[in-house]
């Protein structure tokens, strides 16, 4: 499966923006989805992760540092997955990754990776 993020962009501290991310090759029905992050050397971290089944929602999962900020969805029809980022902080700057796996917290269990989108908050 092939990942296309994209959404990113300069926002002032307080804003929003809202990622997306496309898939191609197969369905993402068939996998978990997840959003990493990687900011300037810094090791890429989880932000959100979600998982279904028969087109129910089973679970979202988030980091602590965006639980109440971003809110990570599904979009059946388009075959992508979004991630809404409000109340964004200058330490949410970084690129943002999506992957497809298992919908766990950890890298290793995500198989796919887009090739990132840039998200930087000025203050």
């Known amino acids: 499966v092939q990942l296309q993020a994209s959404g990113g962009g300069l926002v002032q501290a307080g804003g929003s923006l809202r990622l997306s991310c496309a898939a191609s090759?197969?369905?993402?029905?068939?996998?978990?989805m997840g959003w990493f992050r990687q900011a300037p050397g810094k090791e890429r971290e989880f932000v959100a992760a979600?998982?279904?089944?028969?087109?129910?929602?089973?679970?979202?999962d988030y980091a602590d540092s965006v639980k109440g900020r971003f809110t990570i969805s599904r979009d059946n029809a388009k075959n992508t997955v979004d991630l809404q980022m409000n109340s964004l902080k200058a330490e949410d700057t970084a690129v943002y990754y999506c992957?497809?796996?298992?919908?766990?917290?950890?890298?290793?269990?995500?198989?796919?990776w887009g090739q990132g989108t840039l998200v930087t908050v000025s203050s």
């Open positions: 090759g197969r369905t993402l029905s068939n996998y978990a």
């Open positions: 992957a497809a796996g298992d919908g766990s917290a950890y890298k290793r269990g995500y198989a796919y």
């Open positions: 979600i998982r279904w089944s028969g087109g129910i929602t089973l679970y979202a």
